[in-house]
Each structure stands twice: as C-alpha cells, then as structure tokens.
C-alpha cells in the first residue's frame, strides 16, 4: 500500500512541476474557467494552455465540464487551493531565512572594514 501511495504522490507532484501548470491551478483556486478565459488571464496560447490542461486533467487534478461547445475546468479536490497556500507559506520562510543570512553576511562585512 505504501508504495501505491508513493507512487501516486510522485505522480502528483509531477504534474505539478511546470511553472505554467501551477499559475493555472492558481487562476482555477478563484473559481471555473474556461480555456480562453485562462488563455487572456495568463497570457499564454491557447494550445499550450490545453495541453497543460491535458496533464492536470490525467492526474485528476482538474475536471472539465462540458457546456455546448465550451469546456469548463476547475479543481477535482480543493485541497490543492491549500496545497498552493503551503508552498507559498514554505516559499516565504525560505525567503525570510535567505534574508537573514543576507543580513548576517552583509554585518560581517562591515565589522570587517571597521
């Protein structure tokens, strides 16, 4: 069982591990998009935009709904919206501990040269 996990988790986390991938989870945590609407709020081509789509819907990380001839996305599990707030919590303190050894760095000097 362990290893199902692991393997799935990995899997996961692949599918997370294109810029573009995430700031599209990003713009879907704020609700339903469809493509050409993540198309002009991210910036990007349509056709990369789907593929991308593509590899988020093969992991099951989005879902797409049908409505005439649009296609809907949004999350299958809001639990990512919480998984991005994480990362972004674990960016900010690597930033504050990189600062800090900035600041250490930058006292050094100084005692040095006084």
Known sequence: MNREIQQFKAGFFKALSHPLRIRILEELSKGELGVNEIQNVI?????????QLMVLRNKNIVVGTKSGNRVFYSLRDPLVINLLSITNHMFNNHLVDTINIFDKFQDNEEQEFQ
């Open 43 to 51: 910036g990007s081509n349509g056709s990369t935009i789907s593929q």
